[in-house]
């Protein structure tokens, strides 16, 4: 078995270093009371967290053993469960925000275990998320934050409910439309530029929440199918392992 970790890293598990990186860097900013870059940086680990089995995929990389899939999953809890909970005590200014904090964790924590643990036992990627996936806790909060939403309730009562449905057991269709894909990147994009003031910085925020929130609540109440989020149906292979890496 390969020991040598210079030799163990692939190009996505850069990606997923990358990730991590910015949550790091989200946390150490919001800190500083700089919520917009924050906000921004927490956007960019999405970007992050989205590419790297993307890259696993084209260069056909295969990380030794689970190594790919740990570090992958260690990245999420940093960005997507440490760093928006940090960021939610922040800018609350509040004792109490601790427990929603924790809850966050605790939820996201649990959410990616569970999925190393069930990952082991597929034999085929699935087309379904086994609750709601753990980069909807930073997307929403940092489109949040970038929209200048201040009443403080609206991103714990938000958050508290993608916490719940993170270790549900709805299942949610993974995003292979091409053009659902586009759109999404382009307003990640327009969010995560700097410097952009006035209507071209509130846009593309307050069409993330509507994105994300449609998300979540369309599909929970079923007026939403999966195929309508993927492409057309494609005859798959079986494979050893369920995706490189994953879309937690």
């Known amino acids: 078995m390969e020991t040598n970790i210079l030799k163990m890293i692939t190009i996505a ?36 967290d989205c590419i790297d089995g993307t890259l696993a995929r084209k260069f056909n990389t295969h990380s030794i ?10 990245a999420d809890m940093i960005s997507f469960g440490v760093a928006p909970a940090i ?11 601790i427990i929603p904090s924790i809850i966050i964790v605790v939820c996201g924590l649990l959410r990616l275990t569970r999925y190393n643990t069930i990952i082991e036992y597929q034999d085929e990627p699935t087309k379904t ?15 949040l934050i970038l929209a200048g939403i201040t009443n403080i309730y609206i991103p714990i009562i938000l958050l508290m409910i993608v916490s719940i449905l ?15 894909i586009t759109i999404a990147a382009i307003v990640i994009i327009l969010c995560i530029i700097p410097h952009i003031n006035g209507i071209l910085y509130l846009v593309p925020s307050y069409l993330l929440i509507i994105g994300v929130l449609i998300y979540i609540f369309a599909i929970l109440f079923g007026n939403f199918e999966s195929t309508q989020l993927n492409e057309k149906r494609q005859p798959t292979t ?11």
């Open 129 to 143: 998320f086994l609750g709601l996936p753990i980069p909807v806790t930073s997307t929403l909060l940092a489109a």
């Open 13 to 48: 598990d850069i990606a997923s270093i990358a990730n991590a990186i910015c949550g790091l860097l989200a946390i150490f900013l919001i800190l500083n009371g700089n919520n917009i870059a924050s906000a921004q940086l927490l956007l960019l680990a999405v970007v992050f």
């Open 166 to 180: 993170m270790v549900s057991e709805v299942k949610y269709p993974k995003v292979k439309n091409k053009k659902i």
């Open 65 to 74: 053993g689970s190594f790919g899939e740990t570090i992958d999953s260690l």
């Open 238 to 248: 079986r494979q050893k392992r369920p995706s490189l890496y994953k879309d937690e």
């Open 87 to 97: 960021i939610l005590y922040m800018i609350s200014n509040s004792y109490w925000i």
